[in-house]
């Protein structure tokens, strides 16, 4: 049975829905199918990775934290000063004396190679290797290098965070090219916050079910306005510790809930492709 239609009346990132209890980490993602785009993460689309060290943990943080730095010199010595001095789940505290939106654009939240290399020898990475064999990190932005995305989600600040979606919507609608033979799937982690009050909204199994949707444009972003009741595709939290990814399909429903907490979300993702058999 498919989603029933009809427009939305709530703003789904403000839901609260029950915690999602994810499986994993196993040893198979494809759930013992052919590697294939709609096998990955099995009959639920999601998955519990293994989690990134505490050490690992830390060095993101450092690593996401330098970014910012670096990028707010474009701006002036004195933003990248205010950034420097606090932590990162506390940018919020100073986010009002910076050109909030410019520094994290969709351009300025794409991590450079060096850090995306560091990032990709971590343990967790490892793991990709060993269940999914070879796989790169894909470059639908086109910046000339593997992406990962990291954002940040300041405290009750709706702006923050996005629609709901499936990734796949974004490659349909810009026509991003994807490579004969090749699957996508999606890892989302947050690494600094609270996980209980500031997690990701996902919707088990909604990979295997239609979710006709229209596009809009809100302050000159584009958003994804589903033709389908959002109550009914049965949307839960999660609410893993820090470090501990969230991997899911590409058609799987999602979206980041508001952040109720006092401190930033910050997470990152990537969209990991594998060679697909079927």
Known sequence: MGIAFQTPRADVALMEPPVLQAQGPLDDVFFGAPASEQAFCGEAGLLKGPSFNADELLKIRELIKGHLVETA???SPRAAAAIAGVE??????????????????????I?????????????????????MGPYCLSDEEGVGQEQVCFRIVRPERREDV??????????????????????RGKVWVAVSG???RAGLLLAPGSHHKPAPYRTDTVNGKLGFVPDFDIHEIGLQRY??????????????????SLNRSGRCRVSFEVTVMFKAFS
């Open 194 to 196: 609270d996980p209980d």
């Open 111 to 131: 991590l450079p190679k060096r850090v995306v290399d560091a990032i990709k020898e971590m343990s967790f990475f490892d793991y990709l290797r060993k269940t």
């Open 88 to 109: 990162l789940d506390q940018y919020h505290l100073i986010s009002s004396e910076i050109d909030h939106a410019k520094l994290l654009s969709k351009q300025g939240r």
């Open 239 to 256: 609410c893993g510790d820090l470090g501990e990814p969230i991997m899911f399909n590409y058609n799987t429903l999602h979206v980041g």
């Open 162 to 183: 996005g629609s709901l979606h499936r990734d796949a919507w974004f490659w349909d609608h810009y026509g991003f090219h994807r490579p004969e033979g090749v699957g």
């Open 73 to 75: 010199h474009g701006q």
